[in-house]
Structure formats: C-alpha cells, structure tokens
Antibody, heavy 117, light 110 residues
C-alpha cells in the first residue's frame, strides 16, 4: 500500500527556518517525480515544488523560489522541503504527493506550518 | 502565474450531472494535455480523479469525466451522489515547467 507521511510542521516566527519531511512507503521514490503542495486555512491548493527521480530536475513556484529547497534521499525513501525566511503568508498545510501522468496521485495527510509572531 | 479560473460553486440534484469549467491560457491549459482534477472533502487530503485531461486513476468511478477545448478544461460528474459533495480543483502543467491550480469549485448536492 502506498503511503506518504509528512512531518516537521509547527509554529515558528517570521524569518525562521523549518524542514518538512515526507516518509514514503509501499513504493520506491527513486522512480517517481515527487511534489509539495500547500493549502492555507480556508483557501485553495497551491503548487510549491517538484523534483524528479534522481533530483536533477527541480522546479519551484515563484512565491517560494530562493527561499525553499526540495530534496530527496532515495536510500531512505524520504523527500524534504527546507523552508527558509518564512513569512506569515507561508502559513498552510503542506502536502507531499507522488506523480502519475503529470498529476499528483497519492497524497499524504499534510503537516501544518504556522508562521506568526 | 495566476490561478486557473473556476466557478466558485455548482450544484445539482442526485442523479443529475454537473459540469465545472477551468479556464487558463495558452501557457498552461492550452499548451499541454496535462490537466488534472482533484476532489477534496472537508479536513481531508485531495484525491486525484482525472489526469491527462480525461484519464481516470484506478478506482475512480466512470461517473467522473474530463475534457478540454483550447484554453478551457471541464470536469463532468454524472449521476450525482451525496458523497460527490466536495471541493473540486483543476491543475495544469505550464510552459514554465511549473504547475498551477484552479481557484476551486464547491459542489453541492441538493
């Protein structure tokens, strides 16, 4: 069974850093593109980032480019999102997802990041 | 990248059909056949129901169908059921090698 479990969220002050983790099981992440998507409270879905199987092809939304960094550890079947210089507007539930045909197929349950002073 | 435009709400009675539009540009929806649709119930993670414009992942009922014409994609839910009441989002790959979601549509089963 495919499972994705996010962790690492929490309450931080503006300007702080946080690293989110996504633990994958039931499949080998090496063979899939992986994504991060976020959703602010009461708002819609926003694509954040994705990377390919060997981590050589990475893309970011303009709103996080230069502040966020996506990476993967294929040996441990983990995907990460390093978030620096956090802003109040980064407050959201962050989801990890696995690709199917240019779409986000399997999703985790999400981890809440709250940026507030 | 601006969000794709969806109607805020749509509704239908049980057994009826509802169609949701998703309007983008020639840089996203109109550029590729990488349009997907997601269903999200309150407090839950999104669920993929359509990918590559019209394909359904395993386990998704054939009541859900997708199409695209120029810069507008559409999702049709036929034979509406109570459990179809949810938020629906479209998403498209873009010419900038990024993705953009739609604004979301709340579907109500009357």
């Amino acid at each position: 069974e495919v499972q994705l479990v996010e962790s690492g969220g929490g309450l931080v002050q503006p300007g702080a850093s946080l690293r989110l983790s996504c633990a994958a099981s039931g499949f080998t992440i090496e063979y899939y593109w992986m994504y991060w998507v976020r959703q602010a409270p009461g708002e819609g879905l926003v694509w954040v980032s994705r990377l390919n199987g060997d981590g050589s092809n990475i893309a970011y939304a303009d709103s996080v480019k230069g502040r966020f960094s996506i990476s993967r550890d294929n040996a441990n079947n983990m995907v990460y999102l390093q978030m620096n210089s956090l802003r109040v507007e980064d407050t959201a539930v962050y989801y990890c997802a696995r690709e199917l045909g240019g779409a986000m197929h399997y999703w985790g349950q999400g981890t809440l990041v709250t940026v507030s002073s | 990248q601006s969000a794709l435009t969806q109607p805020p709400s749509a509704s239908g009675s049980p057994g009826q059909s509802v169609t949701i539009s998703c309007t983008g540009t020639s840089s996203d929806v109109g550029a590729y056949n990488y349009v997907s649709w997601y269903q999200q119930h309150p407090g839950k993670e999104p669920k993929l129901i359509i990918y590559e414009v019209s394909k359904r992942p395993s386990g998704v009922p054939d009541r859900f169908s997708g199409s695209k014409s120029d810069n507008t994609a559409s999702l049709t839910v036929s034979g509406l059921q109570a459990e179809d009441e949810a938020d629906y989002y479209c998403c498209s790959y873009t010419t900038s090698a990024t993705f953009v979601f739609g604004t979301g549509t709340k579907v109500t089963v009357l």
